[in-house]
């Protein structure tokens, strides 16, 4: 699975950003998906994830209600929509695959998201 991550910015407090991963390599109905965010100095944080259907999310609680995780299957796209954004929002943003029931084993290269207070 080869995963490829766009969208990110600079975007002022309070704005909007919608991150974009696209998947080839595998039939893309055969994996769940998931975001994850980096600060340099700090380890890897998983932001959310939507299982292989789109019917199902989950989030970490400092973006629940801001975050919004959806995916196009015919698209082999997962979407990141990123509402109400604060300073501590800033990373860089990295999607990832799992095929369903196991461990995220396959990673995007990441891209840089700076929200400016």
């Known amino acids: 699975v080869q995963l490829q991550a766009s969208g990110g910015g600079l975007v002022q407090a309070g704005g909007s950003l919608r991150l974009s991963c696209a998947a080839s390599?595998?039939?893309?109905?055969?994996?769940?998906m998931g975001w994850f965010r980096q600060v340099p100095g700090k380890e890897r944080e998983f932001v959310g994830r939507i299982n292989w259907s789109g019917r199902n999310t989950y989030y970490i609680d400092s973006v629940k209600g801001r975050f919004t995780i959806s995916r196009d299957n015919a698209k082999n796209t997962v979407f990141l929509q990123m509402n109400s954004l604060k300073p501590e929002d800033t990373a860089v943003y990295y999607c990832?695959?799992?095929?369903?029931?196991?461990?995220?084993?396959?990673w995007g290269q990441g891209t840089q998201v700076t929200v400016s207070s």
């Open positions: 390599g595998r039939p893309f109905s055969t994996y769940d």
């Open positions: 990832a695959a799992s095929i369903v029931g196991g461990d995220f084993s396959y």
